[in-house]
């Protein structure tokens, strides 16, 4: 079953790398001011999204982050290696709908020092690889939903598959019943057979009794 698992996740992630590396360098507005940022489409929801660029963040020990005007989340004085050495703050915006989403992800050296390809080249490649890359973990996400999904239809099929089962017995025990009372009348009515012949003889007794008296 793991392989089965795996050889799907394999196919899911091959099939997101040729859909969804396409992060760009752009621009958005954020506390009423435009600011450089790097934009990728996933052919995902946003929830799912949201779970894998969760567990991206959580690769580098980085929770929940602060609540910023305009739908953003900051992550203050994190430390991501790839994409630079010293603490950055990122700041990021899930949005979409059922089956496409947008990540917009914003790098800052600190005090709203935002990076931009020009003065940060190497910092924004990195950004724009780290979201491309993202498309494996939506995969995974996906996979994750569809796996909970599934357990669910499972469990509902096992709940299904007991109810009936326990009808069966059920049946079969008020089967063993009726077999065991059409047992009982068959034996009833032989008995009740018997008596009738005991007292038609009775009567064919006294019949006879009388017609020998009355000649």
């Given at each position: ?24 360098e752009s ?92 003065k940060y ?85 006294l019949k ?8």
């Amino acid at each position: 079953m793991k392989n089965i698992i795996t050889i799907l996740l394999l196919s899911i992630v091959a099939t997101f790398n040729l859909q969804a590396q396409d992060a760009q360098e752009s621009a958005i507005s954020i506390l009423k001011v435009d600011q450089p940022c790097v934009t990728a489409n996933y052919d995902v929801s946003s929830d799912i999204l949201s779970t894998a660029w969760a567990a991206e963040l959580a690769k580098y020990g980085i929770k929940k982050g602060s609540k910023v005007k305009g739908g953003f989340r900051k992550y203050s004085g994190v430390n991501i290696p790839s994409i630079s050495a010293d603490k950055i703050d990122i700041y990021s915006k899930i949005s979409g709908k059922k089956a496409n989403s947008t990540l917009v992800v914003l790098v800052s050296k600190g005090y709203d020092n935002f990076v931009n390809n020009e003065k940060y080249p190497e910092m924004v490649a990195a950004t724009k690889k780290m979201m491309n890359e993202l498309v494996n973990g939506t995969a995974v996400a996906k996979l994750q939903v569809n796996i909970e999904k599934q357990e669910k239809v499972v469990a509902k099929a096992e709940k299904t598959e007991k109810s009936v089962i326990k009808t069966g017995e059920s049946l079969a025990d008020d089967m063993k019943r009726l077999e065991k009372k059409i047992a009982d009348n068959k034996t009833a009515q032989e008995n009740a057979m018997k008596a009738l012949k005991e007292e038609q003889a009775n009567l064919a007794g006294l019949k006879e009794k009388l017609g020998l008296m009355t000649k």
